[in-house]
Protein backbone atom coordinates (compact mmCIF):
# COMPACT_ATOMS: atom_id res chain seq x y z
CA UNK A 1 0.00 0.00 0.00
CA UNK A 2 0.88 3.56 -0.37
CA UNK A 3 -0.08 7.31 0.92
CA UNK A 4 -1.48 8.98 -2.10
CA UNK A 5 -1.93 11.80 -0.39
CA UNK A 6 -1.84 13.43 3.27
CA UNK A 7 -3.76 16.64 3.92
CA UNK A 8 -5.44 19.10 6.16
CA UNK A 9 -9.08 19.65 5.99
CA UNK A 10 -10.04 23.22 7.79
CA UNK A 11 -13.40 23.27 7.08
CA UNK A 12 -16.80 20.95 6.72
CA UNK A 13 -15.58 18.60 4.26
CA UNK A 14 -16.83 14.87 2.59
CA UNK A 15 -16.59 13.26 5.79
CA UNK A 16 -17.93 15.62 8.69
CA UNK A 17 -18.38 19.48 9.31
CA UNK A 18 -15.30 19.31 11.67
CA UNK A 19 -12.04 20.24 10.79
CA UNK A 20 -9.25 17.62 10.66
CA UNK A 21 -6.77 15.56 8.53
CA UNK A 22 -7.39 12.93 6.12
CA UNK A 23 -4.69 10.46 3.97
CA UNK A 24 -5.46 8.58 0.69
CA UNK A 25 -4.42 4.91 0.65
CA UNK A 26 -3.99 3.04 -2.08
CA UNK A 27 -3.95 -0.60 -2.34
CA UNK A 28 -2.45 -2.86 -5.13
CA UNK A 29 -5.21 -5.12 -5.79
CA UNK A 30 -3.95 -9.19 -4.67
CA UNK A 31 -1.19 -7.83 -3.59
CA UNK A 32 -1.13 -5.20 -0.47
CA UNK A 33 -3.04 -6.26 2.72
CA UNK A 34 -7.08 -6.55 3.01
CA UNK A 35 -7.64 -2.84 3.57
CA UNK A 36 -10.27 -3.47 6.23
CA UNK A 37 -7.28 -5.25 8.90
CA UNK A 38 -5.21 -1.95 7.49
CA UNK A 39 -7.73 -0.14 8.71
CA UNK A 40 -8.32 -1.57 11.90
CA UNK A 41 -5.39 -1.87 12.90
CA UNK A 42 -4.89 2.26 11.95
CA UNK A 43 -7.91 2.83 14.54
CA UNK A 44 -5.73 1.15 17.36
CA UNK A 45 -2.43 2.90 16.70
CA UNK A 46 -5.00 6.43 16.89
CA UNK A 47 -6.63 5.45 19.89
CA UNK A 48 -3.51 4.78 21.52
CA UNK A 49 -2.06 8.43 20.32
CA UNK A 50 -4.38 10.59 20.03
CA UNK A 51 -4.96 13.16 22.83
CA UNK A 52 -8.39 14.11 22.29
CA UNK A 53 -11.34 11.88 21.78
CA UNK A 54 -13.42 12.40 18.11
CA UNK A 55 -15.04 10.05 16.04
CA UNK A 56 -12.63 8.79 13.12
CA UNK A 57 -14.05 8.46 9.33
CA UNK A 58 -12.83 5.59 6.92
CA UNK A 59 -14.28 6.00 3.07
CA UNK A 60 -13.51 2.99 1.19
CA UNK A 61 -13.49 3.43 -2.34
CA UNK A 62 -12.45 1.86 -5.74
CA UNK A 63 -8.54 0.64 -5.20
CA UNK A 64 -8.42 3.07 -1.91
CA UNK A 65 -9.27 3.88 1.46
CA UNK A 66 -8.97 7.51 3.19
CA UNK A 67 -8.54 7.82 7.09
CA UNK A 68 -9.90 11.17 8.06
CA UNK A 69 -9.28 12.04 11.98
CA UNK A 70 -10.93 15.34 13.29
CA UNK A 71 -8.76 17.88 15.16
CA UNK A 72 -8.91 21.49 16.71
CA UNK A 73 -7.95 23.65 13.23
CA UNK A 74 -4.61 25.21 14.90
CA UNK A 75 -3.02 21.21 15.51
CA UNK A 76 -3.33 20.07 11.85
CA UNK A 77 -0.16 20.72 10.61
CA UNK A 78 1.48 18.28 13.45
CA UNK A 79 -1.95 16.03 13.63
CA UNK A 80 -0.66 15.38 9.71
CA UNK A 81 2.23 13.84 11.12
CA UNK A 82 0.65 11.69 14.14
CA UNK A 83 -1.96 10.15 11.13
CA UNK A 84 0.76 9.03 9.13
CA UNK A 85 2.55 7.37 11.62
CA UNK A 86 -0.76 5.51 12.96
CA UNK A 87 -0.95 4.25 9.22
CA UNK A 88 2.98 3.39 9.35
CA UNK A 89 1.50 1.43 12.21
CA UNK A 90 -1.28 -0.17 10.57
CA UNK A 91 1.25 -1.57 7.93
CA UNK A 92 3.71 -2.87 9.95
CA UNK A 93 0.98 -4.57 11.71
CA UNK A 94 -0.87 -5.86 9.45
CA UNK A 95 3.31 -7.06 7.71
CA UNK A 96 3.65 -8.36 10.89
CA UNK A 97 6.97 -5.96 11.28
CA UNK A 98 7.87 -4.04 14.65
CA UNK A 99 5.73 -1.08 15.50
CA UNK A 100 7.35 1.87 14.61
CA UNK A 101 7.51 4.20 17.97
CA UNK A 102 5.71 7.49 18.34
CA UNK A 103 8.25 10.45 18.38
CA UNK A 104 7.64 12.36 21.17
CA UNK A 105 7.65 15.65 19.65
CA UNK A 106 4.83 14.66 17.55
CA UNK A 107 2.91 15.39 21.08
CA UNK A 108 4.98 17.84 21.92
CA UNK A 109 4.09 19.76 18.68
CA UNK A 110 0.51 19.19 18.85
CA UNK A 111 -0.07 20.60 22.22
CA UNK A 112 2.89 23.92 21.45
CA UNK A 113 0.15 24.58 18.31
CA UNK A 114 -2.95 25.23 20.01
CA UNK A 115 -3.68 28.56 19.92
CA UNK A 116 -4.98 29.76 23.95
CA UNK A 117 -8.53 30.94 23.40
CA UNK A 118 -9.12 29.41 19.80
CA UNK A 119 -11.26 27.28 20.65
CA UNK A 120 -13.82 29.42 22.87
CA UNK A 121 -13.72 31.79 19.97
CA UNK A 122 -14.79 29.27 17.64
CA UNK A 123 -17.93 28.55 19.26
CA UNK A 124 -18.82 31.90 20.22
CA UNK A 125 -18.43 32.97 16.74
CA UNK A 126 -21.40 29.72 16.08
CA UNK A 127 -23.44 31.30 18.17
CA UNK A 128 -23.16 34.91 16.89
CA UNK A 129 -23.41 33.38 13.21
CA UNK A 130 -20.27 35.20 12.35
CA UNK A 131 -17.49 33.80 9.84
CA UNK A 132 -14.23 33.12 11.95
CA UNK A 133 -11.45 32.91 9.06
CA UNK A 134 -8.37 31.09 10.07
CA UNK A 135 -5.17 30.36 7.99
CA UNK A 136 -1.18 31.18 8.50
CA UNK A 137 -0.91 33.96 8.22
CA UNK A 138 -4.14 35.52 10.12
CA UNK A 139 -7.52 34.80 12.51
CA UNK A 140 -10.36 37.16 11.58
CA UNK A 141 -13.97 37.64 13.13
CA UNK A 142 -17.08 38.81 11.03
CA UNK A 143 -16.37 39.92 7.01
CA UNK A 144 -16.78 43.27 4.99
CA UNK A 145 -16.22 46.49 6.70
CA UNK A 146 -17.08 45.17 10.36
CA UNK A 147 -14.22 42.45 11.33
CA UNK A 148 -11.56 41.43 13.65
CA UNK A 149 -8.07 41.09 12.98
CA UNK A 150 -5.69 38.47 15.05
CA UNK A 151 -1.99 37.17 14.60
CA UNK A 152 -2.11 34.06 13.71
CA UNK A 153 -0.36 33.28 16.83
CA UNK A 154 -3.04 35.08 18.85
CA UNK A 155 -3.14 36.37 21.84
CA UNK A 156 -7.04 36.48 21.13
CA UNK A 157 -9.48 37.87 23.37
CA UNK A 158 -12.02 36.50 25.70
CA UNK A 159 -15.22 35.99 24.18
CA UNK A 160 -17.04 38.04 26.91
CA UNK A 161 -14.73 40.76 25.83
CA UNK A 162 -15.78 41.02 22.18
CA UNK A 163 -18.62 43.87 21.13
CA UNK A 164 -20.25 41.55 18.92
CA UNK A 165 -22.78 43.90 17.98
CA UNK A 166 -20.40 45.76 15.88
CA UNK A 167 -19.44 43.09 13.94
CA UNK A 168 -21.86 42.03 10.81
CA UNK A 169 -21.50 39.18 8.04
CA UNK A 170 -22.38 40.14 4.81
CA UNK A 171 -24.47 37.73 2.59
CA UNK A 172 -22.44 34.89 1.05
CA UNK A 173 -23.54 32.65 -1.77
CA UNK A 174 -21.28 29.86 -3.11
CA UNK A 175 -21.48 28.37 -6.11
CA UNK A 176 -20.49 24.90 -7.50
CA UNK A 177 -20.97 22.25 -10.23
CA UNK A 178 -19.14 20.93 -12.98
CA UNK A 179 -19.98 23.69 -15.80
CA UNK A 180 -20.96 27.08 -15.33
CA UNK A 181 -19.68 28.37 -12.02
CA UNK A 182 -18.03 30.86 -13.49
CA UNK A 183 -20.04 32.53 -16.03
CA UNK A 184 -22.89 32.17 -12.78
CA UNK A 185 -20.65 33.30 -10.33
CA UNK A 186 -20.13 37.03 -12.58
CA UNK A 187 -23.73 37.35 -13.57
CA UNK A 188 -24.58 37.08 -10.36
CA UNK A 189 -21.78 39.94 -9.79
CA UNK A 190 -23.25 42.14 -11.97
CA UNK A 191 -26.41 41.68 -10.59
CA UNK A 192 -25.27 42.96 -7.37
CA UNK A 193 -23.45 45.82 -9.26
CA UNK A 194 -26.90 46.76 -10.44
CA UNK A 195 -28.45 46.83 -6.93
CA UNK A 196 -25.77 49.04 -6.00
CA UNK A 197 -23.53 46.82 -3.71
CA UNK A 198 -20.25 46.16 -3.81
CA UNK A 199 -19.47 42.59 -5.31
CA UNK A 200 -16.90 40.20 -4.22
CA UNK A 201 -16.12 37.29 -5.98
CA UNK A 202 -13.75 34.43 -6.39
CA UNK A 203 -13.48 31.76 -9.24
CA UNK A 204 -11.20 29.89 -11.42
CA UNK A 205 -9.95 33.61 -13.11
CA UNK A 206 -9.20 35.18 -10.01
CA UNK A 207 -10.59 36.93 -7.63
CA UNK A 208 -12.95 40.30 -8.67
CA UNK A 209 -13.74 43.17 -6.62
CA UNK A 210 -17.04 45.00 -8.17
CA UNK A 211 -15.66 43.65 -10.82
CA UNK A 212 -12.05 44.35 -11.39
CA UNK A 213 -9.29 41.43 -11.04
CA UNK A 214 -7.43 41.70 -8.15
CA UNK A 215 -5.58 38.75 -8.30
CA UNK A 216 -5.58 36.26 -11.33
CA UNK A 217 -4.99 32.29 -11.47
CA UNK A 218 -6.83 29.48 -10.00
CA UNK A 219 -8.70 31.22 -6.53
CA UNK A 220 -11.72 28.51 -6.48
CA UNK A 221 -10.31 27.67 -3.10
CA UNK A 222 -10.09 28.74 0.46
CA UNK A 223 -7.33 30.90 0.00
CA UNK A 224 -9.81 33.14 -2.57
CA UNK A 225 -12.50 32.92 -0.26
CA UNK A 226 -10.21 34.53 2.36
CA UNK A 227 -9.09 37.05 0.32
CA UNK A 228 -12.75 38.17 -0.23
CA UNK A 229 -14.04 38.06 3.15
CA UNK A 230 -11.34 39.99 4.68
CA UNK A 231 -11.86 42.69 1.77
CA UNK A 232 -13.21 45.80 4.06
CA UNK A 233 -15.00 47.06 0.90
CA UNK A 234 -17.45 44.03 -0.19
CA UNK A 235 -21.01 44.34 0.32
CA UNK A 236 -21.79 40.49 -1.27
CA UNK A 237 -19.69 37.41 -1.30
CA UNK A 238 -20.13 35.49 -4.76
CA UNK A 239 -17.63 32.18 -4.31
CA UNK A 240 -17.14 30.02 -6.98
CA UNK A 241 -16.18 26.63 -5.25
CA UNK A 242 -14.46 24.28 -7.04
CA UNK A 243 -14.56 20.61 -6.27
CA UNK A 244 -10.84 20.12 -5.93
CA UNK A 245 -10.94 22.73 -2.96
CA UNK A 246 -13.49 20.99 -1.39
CA UNK A 247 -11.86 17.70 -1.35
CA UNK A 248 -8.32 19.43 -0.34
CA UNK A 249 -9.32 21.59 1.99
CA UNK A 250 -13.15 21.42 2.63
CA UNK A 251 -14.99 24.85 3.13
CA UNK A 252 -13.57 28.20 4.52
CA UNK A 253 -17.11 29.26 5.82
CA UNK A 254 -19.46 26.95 8.59
CA UNK A 255 -22.64 28.47 6.76
CA UNK A 256 -24.00 30.76 3.74
CA UNK A 257 -26.91 32.48 3.00
CA UNK A 258 -27.15 30.32 -0.19
CA UNK A 259 -25.77 27.65 -2.34
CA UNK A 260 -25.82 26.77 -5.86
CA UNK A 261 -24.79 23.44 -7.44
CA UNK A 262 -25.35 23.85 -11.29
CA UNK A 263 -24.93 20.93 -12.64
CA UNK A 264 -22.54 17.29 -11.64
CA UNK A 265 -21.26 15.39 -14.62
CA UNK A 266 -18.49 12.59 -15.35
CA UNK A 267 -15.10 15.20 -14.76
CA UNK A 268 -11.74 14.43 -12.54
CA UNK A 269 -13.36 11.11 -11.89
CA UNK A 270 -10.62 9.32 -9.85
CA UNK A 271 -9.23 11.85 -8.47
CA UNK A 272 -9.29 12.01 -4.52
CA UNK A 273 -11.17 8.67 -4.35
CA UNK A 274 -14.12 9.93 -6.29
CA UNK A 275 -14.90 7.26 -8.48
CA UNK A 276 -18.55 7.78 -10.01
CA UNK A 277 -20.86 10.78 -10.50
CA UNK A 278 -23.19 10.39 -6.98
CA UNK A 279 -19.73 10.52 -5.26
CA UNK A 280 -18.81 13.86 -6.77
CA UNK A 281 -22.49 15.03 -6.19
CA UNK A 282 -21.81 14.40 -2.23
CA UNK A 283 -19.09 15.74 -2.87
CA UNK A 284 -20.22 19.13 -4.12
CA UNK A 285 -23.07 18.80 -1.90
CA UNK A 286 -20.88 19.78 0.83
CA UNK A 287 -21.42 23.12 0.11
CA UNK A 288 -25.25 23.54 0.76
CA UNK A 289 -24.82 21.32 3.95
CA UNK A 290 -25.62 24.27 6.24
CA UNK A 291 -27.19 26.86 3.52
CA UNK A 292 -29.57 28.84 4.40
CA UNK A 293 -30.78 28.03 0.57
CA UNK A 294 -29.81 25.69 -1.52
CA UNK A 295 -30.46 26.12 -5.55
CA UNK A 296 -30.69 22.53 -7.22
CA UNK A 297 -30.74 21.84 -10.92
CA UNK A 298 -33.99 19.38 -11.29
CA UNK A 299 -32.62 18.62 -14.62
CA UNK A 300 -29.76 16.82 -13.14
CA UNK A 301 -30.69 13.31 -11.94
CA UNK A 302 -27.57 13.23 -9.81
CA UNK A 303 -29.14 16.18 -7.71
CA UNK A 304 -32.32 14.86 -7.65
CA UNK A 305 -31.15 11.92 -6.15
CA UNK A 306 -29.67 14.04 -2.91
CA UNK A 307 -32.30 16.99 -2.84
CA UNK A 308 -34.22 15.68 0.18
CA UNK A 309 -30.58 15.84 2.13
CA UNK A 310 -30.23 19.22 3.20
CA UNK A 311 -31.78 21.22 6.45
CA UNK A 312 -32.29 24.45 4.21
CA UNK A 313 -34.90 25.51 2.36
CA UNK A 314 -34.21 23.73 -1.40
CA UNK A 315 -35.16 25.60 -4.39
CA UNK A 316 -35.37 24.12 -8.04
CA UNK A 317 -34.59 25.68 -11.44
CA UNK A 318 -35.09 23.93 -14.83
CA UNK A 319 -35.34 25.08 -18.16
CA UNK A 320 -38.56 22.60 -18.32
CA UNK A 321 -41.51 23.71 -16.24
CA UNK A 322 -43.52 21.74 -13.98
CA UNK A 323 -44.65 21.36 -10.60
CA UNK A 324 -42.54 22.21 -7.74
CA UNK A 325 -39.58 24.29 -10.15
CA UNK A 326 -39.73 27.73 -8.52
CA UNK A 327 -37.46 28.85 -11.16
CA UNK A 328 -38.26 28.12 -15.12
CA UNK A 329 -38.41 28.52 -18.93
CA UNK A 330 -42.78 29.48 -19.61
CA UNK A 331 -43.53 30.77 -23.43
CA UNK A 332 -39.91 32.19 -23.53
CA UNK A 333 -39.76 34.11 -20.57
CA UNK A 334 -37.37 33.52 -17.26
CA UNK A 335 -39.91 32.66 -14.93
CA UNK A 336 -39.61 33.23 -11.16
CA UNK A 337 -42.85 31.29 -9.75
CA UNK A 338 -46.11 33.31 -11.69
CA UNK A 339 -44.01 36.15 -12.61
CA UNK A 340 -42.15 36.44 -15.88
CA UNK A 341 -39.50 38.17 -15.47
CA UNK A 342 -36.96 38.75 -18.29
CA UNK A 343 -37.22 37.80 -22.38
CA UNK A 344 -34.74 35.06 -23.25
CA UNK A 345 -34.08 36.53 -26.32
CA UNK A 346 -33.21 39.92 -23.91
CA UNK A 347 -30.32 37.85 -22.30
CA UNK A 348 -27.22 38.10 -24.20
CA UNK A 349 -25.54 35.04 -23.06
CA UNK A 350 -28.22 32.66 -24.00
CA UNK A 351 -27.54 33.39 -28.06
CA UNK A 352 -31.38 33.36 -28.20
CA UNK A 353 -31.88 30.31 -26.16
CA UNK A 354 -29.80 28.59 -28.17
CA UNK A 355 -27.00 28.00 -25.49
CA UNK A 356 -29.15 25.96 -23.71
CA UNK A 357 -26.10 25.76 -20.87
CA UNK A 358 -26.81 29.06 -20.43
CA UNK A 359 -30.18 29.74 -20.51
CA UNK A 360 -29.80 27.31 -17.24
CA UNK A 361 -26.57 29.59 -15.80
CA UNK A 362 -29.06 32.41 -16.13
CA UNK A 363 -31.52 30.37 -14.47
CA UNK A 364 -28.86 29.80 -11.41
CA UNK A 365 -28.17 32.79 -10.88
CA UNK A 366 -31.45 35.12 -10.84
CA UNK A 367 -31.90 32.32 -7.81
CA UNK A 368 -29.15 32.44 -6.35
CA UNK A 369 -29.65 36.60 -6.74
CA UNK A 370 -32.74 36.27 -4.68
CA UNK A 371 -31.68 34.16 -2.16
CA UNK A 372 -29.21 36.88 -1.01
CA UNK A 373 -31.96 39.62 -1.43
CA UNK A 374 -31.39 41.48 -4.46
CA UNK A 375 -34.31 43.32 -5.95
CA UNK A 376 -36.11 42.00 -9.01
CA UNK A 377 -34.94 44.86 -11.11
CA UNK A 378 -31.05 44.28 -10.34
CA UNK A 379 -31.81 40.44 -11.48
CA UNK A 380 -33.51 41.70 -14.44
CA UNK A 381 -30.71 44.57 -15.12
CA UNK A 382 -27.92 41.89 -14.52
CA UNK A 383 -29.22 39.41 -17.09
CA UNK A 384 -30.01 42.03 -19.76
CA UNK A 385 -26.70 43.42 -19.46
CA UNK A 386 -24.45 40.35 -18.85
CA UNK A 387 -22.80 39.45 -22.27
CA UNK A 388 -20.42 36.84 -23.91
CA UNK A 389 -17.74 39.20 -24.69
CA UNK A 390 -14.26 39.07 -23.25
CA UNK A 391 -14.82 41.96 -21.09
CA UNK A 392 -17.98 40.49 -19.06
CA UNK A 393 -16.92 36.73 -19.42
CA UNK A 394 -13.22 36.16 -20.63
CA UNK A 395 -12.56 32.22 -22.11
CA UNK A 396 -16.66 31.73 -22.15
CA UNK A 397 -18.74 31.75 -25.21
CA UNK A 398 -17.00 34.37 -26.46
CA UNK A 399 -17.83 35.02 -30.19
CA UNK A 400 -15.29 37.20 -32.73
CA UNK A 401 -15.48 37.70 -36.21
CA UNK A 402 -12.35 37.63 -37.55
CA UNK A 403 -12.05 38.69 -41.48
CA UNK A 404 -15.80 37.07 -42.56
CA UNK A 405 -15.60 34.07 -40.09
CA UNK A 406 -16.53 33.67 -36.57
CA UNK A 407 -14.51 32.16 -33.94
CA UNK A 408 -16.05 30.83 -30.78
CA UNK A 409 -13.56 30.88 -27.58
CA UNK A 410 -14.94 28.58 -24.95
CA UNK A 411 -13.16 27.02 -21.68
CA UNK A 412 -15.44 23.62 -22.46
CA UNK A 413 -13.15 20.85 -20.78
CA UNK A 414 -15.35 17.82 -20.45
CA UNK A 415 -17.76 16.09 -22.21
CA UNK A 416 -21.00 17.57 -21.24
CA UNK A 417 -19.21 21.56 -21.97
CA UNK A 418 -18.34 20.44 -24.83
CA UNK A 419 -22.03 18.90 -25.76
CA UNK A 420 -23.44 22.47 -24.87
CA UNK A 421 -20.43 24.25 -27.04
CA UNK A 422 -20.62 22.19 -29.91
CA UNK A 423 -24.24 22.47 -30.11
CA UNK A 424 -24.72 26.02 -30.05
CA UNK A 425 -21.64 26.24 -33.07
CA UNK A 426 -23.82 23.83 -35.36
CA UNK A 427 -26.65 26.52 -34.82
CA UNK A 428 -24.65 29.12 -35.43
CA UNK A 429 -23.17 27.63 -38.60
CA UNK A 430 -26.85 26.94 -39.72
CA UNK A 431 -28.06 30.59 -38.92
CA UNK A 432 -24.91 31.72 -40.99
CA UNK A 433 -25.99 30.03 -44.42
CA UNK A 434 -23.91 26.49 -43.69
CA UNK A 435 -20.30 26.80 -43.64
CA UNK A 436 -17.72 24.84 -42.55
CA UNK A 437 -17.14 23.71 -38.75
CA UNK A 438 -13.71 23.78 -37.47
CA UNK A 439 -12.85 22.86 -33.98
CA UNK A 440 -9.52 22.75 -32.16
CA UNK A 441 -9.22 21.14 -28.77
CA UNK A 442 -6.69 20.51 -26.18
CA UNK A 443 -6.86 18.97 -23.00
CA UNK A 444 -5.22 18.18 -19.65
CA UNK A 445 -3.32 15.14 -18.93
CA UNK A 446 -5.28 14.38 -16.02
CA UNK A 447 -8.11 12.98 -18.18
CA UNK A 448 -8.53 9.36 -18.51
CA UNK A 449 -8.58 7.81 -21.91
CA UNK A 450 -12.46 7.15 -21.43
CA UNK A 451 -12.79 10.76 -20.68
CA UNK A 452 -10.55 11.72 -23.62
CA UNK A 453 -12.70 9.63 -26.09
CA UNK A 454 -15.76 10.95 -24.82
CA UNK A 455 -14.64 14.25 -25.70
CA UNK A 456 -13.26 13.21 -29.41
CA UNK A 457 -17.29 11.44 -29.58
CA UNK A 458 -18.67 14.68 -28.42
CA UNK A 459 -16.75 17.05 -30.73
CA UNK A 460 -17.50 14.45 -33.99
CA UNK A 461 -21.17 14.18 -33.34
CA UNK A 462 -20.84 18.02 -34.26
CA UNK A 463 -20.01 16.89 -37.82
CA UNK A 464 -16.88 19.25 -38.07
CA UNK A 465 -15.16 19.63 -40.94
CA UNK A 466 -11.87 19.89 -39.89
CA UNK A 467 -10.47 19.00 -35.88
CA UNK A 468 -7.34 20.35 -34.72
CA UNK A 469 -5.70 18.67 -31.90
CA UNK A 470 -3.17 20.66 -29.79
CA UNK A 471 -0.96 20.08 -26.69
CA UNK A 472 -1.55 22.17 -23.77
CA UNK A 473 0.81 24.17 -21.75
CA UNK A 474 3.63 21.63 -20.14
CA UNK A 475 2.60 22.26 -16.71
CA UNK A 476 -1.03 20.52 -17.97
CA UNK A 477 0.65 17.29 -18.54
CA UNK A 478 -0.17 16.23 -15.16
CA UNK A 479 2.01 13.05 -15.40
CA UNK A 480 1.22 12.61 -19.48
CA UNK A 481 4.76 11.90 -21.81
CA UNK A 482 4.05 14.86 -24.44
CA UNK A 483 1.86 13.83 -27.21
CA UNK A 484 -0.02 11.29 -25.91
CA UNK A 485 -3.43 13.48 -25.40
CA UNK A 486 -3.52 15.12 -28.57
CA UNK A 487 -2.65 11.19 -30.10
CA UNK A 488 -5.22 9.91 -28.03
CA UNK A 489 -7.68 12.90 -29.01
CA UNK A 490 -6.52 12.66 -33.06
CA UNK A 491 -7.57 8.53 -33.09
CA UNK A 492 -10.91 9.10 -31.39
CA UNK A 493 -11.73 11.63 -34.04
CA UNK A 494 -11.09 9.53 -37.09
CA UNK A 495 -12.67 6.32 -35.16
CA UNK A 496 -15.98 8.95 -34.77
CA UNK A 497 -15.27 9.67 -38.36
CA UNK A 498 -14.01 12.81 -38.79
CA UNK A 499 -11.81 12.66 -41.64
CA UNK A 500 -9.59 16.06 -41.70
CA UNK A 501 -7.95 15.92 -38.34
CA UNK A 502 -4.29 17.63 -37.47
CA UNK A 503 -2.12 18.15 -34.91
CA UNK A 504 -0.37 21.37 -33.65
CA UNK A 505 1.93 21.88 -31.27
CA UNK A 506 -0.14 24.47 -29.10
CA UNK A 507 -3.37 25.86 -28.84
CA UNK A 508 -1.98 29.10 -30.82
CA UNK A 509 -0.93 26.98 -33.58
CA UNK A 510 -3.99 25.48 -33.81
CA UNK A 511 -5.98 28.58 -34.04
CA UNK A 512 -3.38 30.32 -36.55
CA UNK A 513 -4.15 26.66 -39.20
CA UNK A 514 -7.92 26.94 -38.74
CA UNK A 515 -7.76 30.62 -39.89
CA UNK A 516 -5.70 29.95 -42.77
CA UNK A 517 -7.87 26.67 -43.76
CA UNK A 518 -11.33 28.77 -43.16
CA UNK A 519 -13.29 30.96 -45.40
CA UNK A 520 -16.17 33.89 -44.98
CA UNK A 521 -19.30 31.94 -43.02
CA UNK A 522 -16.93 29.05 -41.23
CA UNK A 523 -17.03 28.90 -37.54
CA UNK A 524 -14.39 28.02 -35.65
CA UNK A 525 -14.73 26.90 -32.53
CA UNK A 526 -11.22 27.28 -29.76
CA UNK A 527 -12.18 24.56 -27.30
CA UNK A 528 -10.50 24.44 -23.57
CA UNK A 529 -9.26 27.77 -24.55
CA UNK A 530 -6.73 28.54 -22.39
CA UNK A 531 -3.68 30.89 -23.86
CA UNK A 532 -3.65 34.47 -23.77
CA UNK A 533 -1.77 34.51 -27.33
CA UNK A 534 -5.11 33.44 -28.90
CA UNK A 535 -6.54 36.41 -27.42
CA UNK A 536 -4.08 38.60 -28.69
CA UNK A 537 -3.75 37.09 -32.34
CA UNK A 538 -7.63 37.77 -33.12
CA UNK A 539 -7.69 40.91 -31.54
CA UNK A 540 -5.43 42.06 -34.20
CA UNK A 541 -7.25 40.86 -37.12
CA UNK A 542 -10.78 40.85 -35.33
CA UNK A 543 -12.56 42.49 -38.44
CA UNK A 544 -9.67 44.15 -40.27
CA UNK A 545 -8.82 44.18 -43.91
Not at 116 to 142: K, N, Q, S, Y
Not at 216 to 237: C, K, M, N, Q, Y
Not at 331 to 337: E, N, S, T, Y
Not at 514 to 521: E, I, K, T, V, Y
Request: net charge negative.
Amino acid sequence: MRIVDSRRMTGSNLYTRESGVVIDLAFDAGLDADPHAVVAAWRRAIAQALPWPGELHVRHYNGGVALFVPGPLDTLMPLTDLNEWAVACAEAEVGGHPLPVLDPSVLASIAEAHVPGLAELVIAAREHDLPLLVDDEAITLGTGPTQLRFGRQGPLPAASEIAWSTLGRIPIGIITGTNGKTTTTRLVARMARAAGRIPGITSSDGVAIDEQLVHRGDFSGPEGTRLVLRHPGVEIAILETARGGILRRGLTVERCDAAVITNVTADHLGDYGVDDVATMARAKAVVGRDARTVILNADDPALVAIGSSFTGEVVWFSRHPRPGIAWTVRDGQLVHGDRALVAIDQIPITFGGRATYNVENALAAAALGHALGLPDEAIVAGLRGFTSSSQDNPGRGNLVDVRGVMVLLDFGHNPAAIRGVVALARELVAERGGGALRVTIGMPGDRPDTELREVAREIAAGAPAQVIVCELAAALLRGRAPGVVPDLLAAGLRDHGVADVAVAATELDAVRRALADAHPGDLVVVLAHLDPAVDTLLASRVLTA
